[in-house]
């Protein structure tokens, strides 16, 4: 299948929001900061999976997905907890 010029827009469009996500990762002032750019980057991953999953016409790659985001969820509230309270408990 041609992927058309809205797909590659998207696609373009992605890379460019992963590359400011990585460089808030990196100098990001506080630890916030970074977690939020972790989640960013995370959520394109996803993104860029379903899209894939489109464009080969597999949606099989849905269910890579929802474990991916569910993973990543979790992460997320681990790192917020213990940069909360400082302990996962």
Known sequence: MIV????RAVIIGIVIIV??????IVLGPHATDRVVGT?????????AIILLAHIIGDYTYLD???????????GT?????????????
């Open 19 to 24: 590359f400011l996500s990585l460089y808030r």
């Open 39 to 47: 989640n960013v980057v995370m959520t394109n991953i996803v993104l």
């Open 64 to 74: 890579v997905a929802f474990v991916y985001v569910l993973s990543s969820f979790v």
């Open 4 to 7: 058309d010029f809205s797909m």
């Open 77 to 89: 509230i681990c790192v917020m907890k213990g940069l909360g309270k400082g302990k996962l408990s």
